[in-house]
């Protein structure tokens, strides 16, 4: 896969060169160059395929000139031993539950993919890599969490003191072993800050090899594209008329990894962006303009984005063409108002518990579902987190509590391991040198 940069400033790099640099030295995104056409592939998979197979399949042909098929299928198996569940909601509605993995969130496919994909590299060079990422809960969790007991890799998580919850806080600083918890006396935007400023340290950057971890990076986009297919495979036998994808969105790297799968020839009609009041994306759909905005606080706080940075990539997809993209992808807005209720009415309908996400995709179905009146169309809504994540907003919409899953309840008897240090970079770098030189 040869991908280049959104911003055409950069050299053409692969998928590992682009895996581990993250984002292009221009400041743009990394974006593969040419479109295949999968179609037949996808057609002949059905509701026995597996995941495993599907995530395999993808990788062998989009990588198959990088690295050997025995190292391919290495990578995946070692990245999946959790897989997507689509369960039937309503007669055209469909869950596709994305938190079975290890951090009970979507995020985990993307995050386990880099990591193992990373290890096997890593290792295979016999270089050692220190990742940094900043967190304000869920990112840190999922990469914490990926990356536990790699070979090869050390991972540094920084997190605002005080602000992630307390299962979050949990999540993050109970692993040990390679996991390095870094609890800053400051803001996220602190951590996010210092992290930066980290890369650039010329010092750092000469005597350890810093890489890291976040959602631009292609190699957790890429396996997200794996799950629109398998969902695809589960509900194809009982598709009649339009297949399509509503997702709830913050950073539109889901929504786009659905997009690249479509490219692929996945017969997707239409995509749903849903957000919360954070609507920058389906304001842009409406108006032709795009305005992006200091994000304002929800209850669906992981979609909490002002200016959503894989907006870049939906804008080569589309060849910065309004037209094209809103013929693709049409954009629902839902407030927390209307969150908490419709938890509460799946709870009292279904006996299901939903996360606040989950409820803004759900709702943006339901929307889409009432306006196609008689077409006959099957909407796939994706459920990006475990309710139990979200408790405390669960609890307030449905006056229950939702159970916690084994591995998030495990995290809970566990000491905190961490490392208290000020919003200086200056401690950041002496922490790094002191532990990893
Ligand atoms: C990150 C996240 C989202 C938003 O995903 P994007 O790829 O940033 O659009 C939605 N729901 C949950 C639970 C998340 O953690």
């Not at 399949?57 to 031993?81: C, D, G, M, W, Y």
């Not at 949990?170 to 692993?175: E, G, I």
């Not at 009292?348 to 759900?362: E, M, N, S, W």
Request: aromatic share 10%; charged share 20%.
């Amino acid at each position: 896969m040869q991908l280049k940069s959104t911003r055409n400033k950069a050299p053409e790099v692969n998928f590992t060169q682009a895996l581990f640099t993250g984002l292009a030295p221009d400041g743009g995104l990394y974006h593969p160059l040419e479109v295949k056409n999968l179609s037949s592939l996808f057609y002949s998979w059905d509701k026995n395929t597996a995941f495993l197979q599907i995530a395999d399949s993808l990788s062998q042909i989009f990588l198959h000139t990088e690295l050997t098929n025995k190292v391919i299928t290495k990578i995946v198996n070692r990245a999946f031993n959790f897989k997507p569940e689509v369960r039937a909601l309503d007669e055209n509605i469909s869950l596709l539950e994305l938190f079975h993995g290890p951090s009970c969130a979507f995020k985990d496919f993307g995050a386990c993919f880099l990591a193992s994909f990373m290890e096997e590299v890593l290792t295979e060079e016999n270089k050692h890599a220190v990742i940094l990422v900043a967190t304000s809960g869920d990112t840190g969790s999922a990469v914490a969490k990926a990356f536990y007991a790699k070979n090869n890799i050390d991972v540094v998580i920084l997190f605002p003191r005080g602000r992630v919850s307390f299962l979050q806080e949990k999540q993050l600083t109970t692993l040990g072993g390679n996991v390095h918890a870094l609890e800053v006396e400051g803001s996220f935007d602190d951590c996010q800050r210092m992290v930066k400023e980290a890369f650039q340290d010329d010092k750092l950057k000469g005597s350890l090899n810093l890489t890291s971890a976040n959602s631009i990076n292609i190699g957790r986009l890429f396996p997200q594209s794996f799950y629109y297919v398998y969902a695809y495979t589960q509900v194809k036998e009982k598709l009649e008329g339009d297949l399509i994808f509503c997702v709830p969105s913050g950073n539109f790297g889901n929504l786009t990894a659905g997009v690249y799968a479509w490219c692929w020839g996945l017969p997707v009609d239409k995509f749903i962006a849903a957000t919360n009041i954070n609507d920058i994306v389906p304001e842009y759909l409406a108006s032709k303009e795009y305005k992006p905005k200091a994000s304002l606080h929800t209850l669906s706080n992981a979609m909490d984005v002002g200016n959503p940075s894989n907006f870049e990539r939906l804008q080569e997809i589309f060849g910065y063409k309004h037209k094209a993209m809103a013929a693709m992808i049409h954009g629902e807005v839902v407030t927390d108002k209307e969150t908490l209720q419709v938890i509460a009415d799946v709870y009292r309908q279904k006996k299901l518990f939903i996360d606040p996400h989950t409820a803004v995709g759900y709702l943006a179905a339901k929307r889409m579902l009432a306006d196609q009146a008689k077409r006959p169309v099957h909407i796939v809504t994706l459920s990006t987190a475990h309710a139990a994540k979200f408790r405390e907003i669960v609890k307030q919409a449905t006056g229950n509590e939702p159970e916690l899953p084994a591995s998030l309840k495990q995290a809970l008897n566990l000491p905190k391991k961490s490392t208290a240090i000020t919003n200086d970079t200056k401690e950041l770098a002496d922490f790094l040198l002191h532990t990893f030189l």
